[in-house]
């Protein structure tokens, strides 16, 4: 009964479909609305008050364990989030996240058991040099989640384009992506080679985080 029960329970959801199938063809994928206008402004408040109160810290090279600031590699600052304290902002995000993870280990097997994620504001004049997200001492990690939180306002002229390393035929192939409001980027973090380039006027704001394995 209990399994005939979770099979009628189970929808298929076409926007997660589609996730699905772009990391599979090309290891990314860019959802353009899987926030709302709202919901992102919901967030975004969230984001701007701890930053207002001074809770963000500058961001390090490394594990948790083993911290390096290395300004030369990347300047922005962040504030993890604690799902358990989470406010209505974070509740907002987590409540979406989850969903997804649920439907990925459902109907993918992804076993995904752990999630890590954080604010980021990346201030005028700062940037996120190429790497890898394992480069940070972490092979759980699975997934990268990045979502941006400025608001419509955001231009191009702004910079801090997300520059993913795609291939192409065996050949390099990068794609900027600008961090417009609602957007998320999900990629495959073993694999895709990124960097945050410069931000040139205002201050990018965004939630990146990792979906990890066992
Ligand atoms: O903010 C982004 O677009 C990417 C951030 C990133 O690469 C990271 O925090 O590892
Ligand atoms: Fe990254």
Not at 48 to 74: C, H, M, P, W
């Amino acid at each position: 009964m209990d399994i005939l029960f979770e099979e009628i329970d189970f929808q298929v959801n076409d926007q997660y479909e589609q996730i699905i199938e772009d990391l599979q063809k090309k290891k990314y994928s860019v959802v353009d609305d899987f926030f709302s206008a709202e919901e992102i402004e919901i967030i975004r408040n969230g984001l701007l008050t701890k930053y207002e109160e001074d809770q963000f810290k500058k961001s390090a090279i490394g594990n948790r364990v083993n911290e390096l600031i290395e300004s030369e590699i990347r300047g922005d600052f962040i504030l993890w989030l604690n799902e358990a304290e989470a406010g209505l902002p974070e509740k907002t995000y987590f409540n979406k996240i989850n969903q997804l993870v649920d439907y990925l280990n459902r109907t993918c097997f992804m076993g995904i058991l752990h999630k890590e994620f954080h604010y980021a504001v990346y201030p005028k004049g700062t940037f996120y040099k190429r790497h890898l997200d394992t480069f940070q001492n972490d092979g759980r990690r699975k997934l990268s989640v990045v979502c941006y939180l400025n608001d419509e306002s955001w231009k191009k002229e702004n910079g801090g384009e997300l520059t993913i390393y795609t291939e192409e035929n065996g050949t390099e192939k990068p794609i900027d992506l600008f961090p417009f409001p609602g957007r998320v980027v999900i990629f495959e973090s073993q694999e895709l080679e990124h960097e945050v380039q410069q931000v040139k006027n205002d201050k990018r704001l965004s939630i990146t985080g990792w979906l990890k394995t066992r």
